[in-house]
């Protein structure tokens, strides 16, 4: 768990609570109408912290992107997800993630589609991801990919193309740039992974990183369910809550999205 969720309380929570009002404001009185998206990762495996995230969304009808790790999901765990899913219905796009969501880089930054592969096991591994979740998805699969740790090589990307993905989701800024044909849908905001050592820069940083986001006119802010603790819930509902009722601003899927940008 990252420090900005530690001593979530009293005066900070409620410094926190103001200043996100103001910053949400202020983007939309900067940068016009800004776009947001969720965009929650590490997905398949039902559980306590899976249906509280699914919950908050549904209670603020507010859309989700789901990346979901092929191998993870089951056709029996699909059917635990699937009431979720029947409710969201077009608010929820659910979308591929990394096959396995394993690091197959022996130095430098964690990949599981870089440079140290074979293109021919990258490919192999897409196709594959893709066949099992549109067989157990259906009609609900959404041709998008977010690669884990954001980021994966151009060979990557020009696969997906091939395979016919219509957008990929990394981190702001990462290079290298997609192909022709390839929509790029970028996160800007880390609520759940953060590196900052104290509550406070942490906080400055999330800040940042949301009016950076509003800058660029799509907004992307990314989850991680299964490190949210009671503070990290707290947080999201007062997003939730404000991004749901501050005019100028609206949430939207990949599907909707990539016809947009
Ligand atoms: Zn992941």
Redesign the pocket.
Known sequence: MNALYEDFKGARLAAVEERLGLTLAQGVEKHGNPLFFFRA??IGVPGRNFARMMELFLQYRLPLCL?V?PTWLTRQRWEALVPFANRGGGLFCWHQ??WR?VNHEVKGKKQEFGPARPVSDIRNDLAKGRQRLEAILSHRFAPFF?P??NRCTLETMAALVSLGFEGISRSAGNAPEPPAGLREISVHVDLHTRKEPSPGLGWQALFDELSQGMESGVCGIMLHHMRMNDAAFLFLEFLLRQIAAQKGIEAATFTTLAHRI
Do not use: R, S
């Open positions: 990762d590490d990346a790790v993630h990394g969501h977010t884990p740790w």
